[in-house]
Structures are given as C-alpha cells and as structure tokens.
C-alpha cells in the first residue's frame, strides 16, 4: 500500500482529502503534515501527524523518509485575497515551497506529486465563457502567477525528470467542514453560515459575479481520480481544467432562498471584485472528462440543500 503526505492538511481541501485517504489507504498510511507541532479532533484521531514547512526543505526530506513516503500532495499555498496582502509571503510560499517539494521528490525518487492549480492562472484578456484547456495565462494576481508557474514548473519535472506530476485547475471550492482559508470565492461559503445564523449576509461581490464552482465531495472525487488516473494515458499533467457548476452570486442567493426564504442579501464589493472579474464564468473541462473521466456529481441546488443539512447539524452539536 502506497503511503501518501498530505501537506498543508489543516486546510479546507487538505482536513477533508487527509481523512477520505484515510479512508481508502488506511489511517497509518496516510500522514498529516501541519504547520502547528500539534493538533487535535479527526486528523490527530485517525492517523499519523507530522509539523511540514514546505518552505523548510531539509524537514520536508526527514519527514518523507521517516514515513517511507510514496506520494506527496502538497495543498501547502496562500490563496488569492491573502496573497494580494502580501505578495512576498504567497511567492515564498507557492513558488519556493513547491521547488522544494519537487526537488526533494526527485531526490527520494518519489512516486507521484500531484499539487493542485487554480482557475486563478486565467486572467482578464482569457476568454470567459467555457475558457479552453488551452488558452491565454495571464493571470492579475500574484496568487495567478505562481499558479501558472507552478503548472510549468510540474510539467517540466514530467518532461525533464520523467516523473509523475500531475495537478488540476480547482475552480472556487464550497465545503462546510473548514472554513476557507482567504481566497476570492469564500463569499460562497460564508452566506450558507450567515443565512443558517442570521438570515441576513453582505456579499463582497456584485450581484452578476458568475464563476466556476464544485462542492467538496467533487473537489475529493476530482482529486483522487486524478491521482489513480493511468499516467501513460495523460496528456497533460499539471494543469487540467475541472469544473461541475457555474452560477453568479444572486443565483446563489437565490437557491439558498429556496430553503430559507427570509434570507435578506445586499452585496459591498471590496478588492475581491476585481480579482473575481479577471477569472472565467466557465471552464471546458473536456480533457480532463476524455483523459482520466472525470465527471462530476453535484449542481447548484444539490449542494445548497447538504449544506445547509450540514451546518444546521453543525449548529445544533454546538448548542448542546
Ligand atoms: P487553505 O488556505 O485552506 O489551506 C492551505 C494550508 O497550507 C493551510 O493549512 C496552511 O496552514 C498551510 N500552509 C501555509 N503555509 C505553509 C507552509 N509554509 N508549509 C506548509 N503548509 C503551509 O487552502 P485550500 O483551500 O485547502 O487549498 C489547497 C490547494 O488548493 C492550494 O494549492 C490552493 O491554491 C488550491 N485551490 C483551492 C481553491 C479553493 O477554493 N479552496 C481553489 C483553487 C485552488
């Protein structure tokens, strides 16, 4: 059984993917790596835990032959509206960290990398609607860049190296189990907690802001295919498109109204505006669907009555 590190675990992809592999692989072969020394609830209950700093390569390599690793996924990143705030830290983390992770894997000659990418990597002159696999990468944001430069960088270690590398372009990720971690589309998060607590959220983005989206159960599902996907099969490697959903925030509005009619919404945009206005509506993941079959499960309406299902029982835990 292949054993896998997790890094950047505490995350909202890496808390839920960390315990679904725990799931499949079993829990002593699928290793947290945090940023704290110590943590508690599900990721320290059910399996292994280790400190990783992505941007400390001589640690990184301990932890990975302590283990025995085979397989890195490094969810290690500063997000978007973070990384606007500092430039620096989103460079050193994204860009230093992940060279780190590369060349330590080619070191230990580990088995497969798989580091996500982003819709981020597109930019204002990409086209919009159903932006193509291939398409123009110029993205606004220092988070955009180190994505695109990390696509390159992955698939130049495939190319060079000849190893396994493979990431995905996630579109905006909706889950109700850790909050988001400072990115542009935490705004579809945060009104299925306002509507459940308050009925009432104030949206950083306009009304008419469309962007792809998936619902974490699709997000862990993309990921893990993407992960048992047969290498020789692959085209690309580092970059593929993925979508399920695409809606603008009043239609988001609107599906939570279904189920909470008294939901009173009014949108402020802040700086986040500009960053969503520079990314796709819509994304053709038709490579992704012909290479590895990819398909995902959840729409709009689908996702909206689990999560709210989800955070009421959340709610409820909390009050008792
Ligand atoms: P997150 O911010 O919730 O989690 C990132 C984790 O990385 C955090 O636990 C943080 O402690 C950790 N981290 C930060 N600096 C580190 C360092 N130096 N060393 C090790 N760990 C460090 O992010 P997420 O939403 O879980 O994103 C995971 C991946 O998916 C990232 O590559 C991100 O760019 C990508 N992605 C996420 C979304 C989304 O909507 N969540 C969308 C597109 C792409």
């Known amino acids: 059984m292949s054993k896998i590190l997790v890094i950047g675990s505490a995350g909202q992809i890496g808390s839920e993917l960390t315990l679904k592999l725990r799931e499949i692989y079993g829990g002593d072969n699928v290793v947290a790596g945090i940023r704290k020394t110590s943590i508690s609830g599900p990721l ?25 690793i085979d397989i890195i996924i490094n969810m290690a990143a500063i997000l978007s509206a973070t990384g606007e705030k500092d430039p620096m830290m989103a460079w050193n983390v994204n860009m230093n960290g992940l060279i780190n ?6 070191e230990l000659k580990i088995q497969q990398v798989l580091v996500p990418s982003s819709i981020a990597v597109f930019g204002p002159s990409t086209p919009a609607e159903n932006t193509p696999q291939e398409t123009v990468l110029k993205p606004a944001t220092i988070y955009g860049i180190t994505k695109v430069a990390g696509e390159l960088l992955g698939d130049y270690y495939v190319k060079k190296y000849g190893m396994d590398v493979r990431g995905l372009r996630y579109p905006g990720i909706i889950s109700h189990e850790t909050l988001p971690g400072g990115g542009t589309t935490d705004y579809a998060v945060e009104i299925f907690y306002e509507a459940v607590k308050n009925k009432k959220y104030t949206c950083f983005v306009n009304e008419a802001t469309r962007l792809p989206m998936m619902y974490m159960p699709d997000c862990l599902k993309s990921t ?4 048992h996907a047969d290498f020789n099969k692959l085209r690309h490697h580092c970059d593929f498109n993925v979508g399920a959903m695409s809606f603008s ?33 819509s994304v053709d993941d038709s490579p992704a669907r012909e290479q590895w079959g990819w398909q995902p499960d ?23």
Do not use: C
């Open 224 to 227: 893990i295919d993407l992960m």
């Open 249 to 281: 925030a009043g239609e988001l509005a609107a599906s939570v109204k279904k189920y909470i009619p008294g939901l009173e919404i009014d949108y402020q945009p802040d700086y986040r505006q500009a960053i969503a206005d520079s990314w796709p509506n």
């Open 44 to 68: 320290a209950e059910t399996g292994p835990f280790n400190e990783v700093d992505v941007t400390d390569a001589k640690g990184l390599a301990i932890t990975l032959k302590k283990y025995r």
């Open 101 to 106: 992770v590369l060349e330590v894997a080619r």
């Open 298 to 320: 959840y729409d709009l309406d689908a996702m909206t009555r689990d999560m709210l299902r989800a955070i009421r029982a959340k709610q409820k835990k909390e009050l008792i």
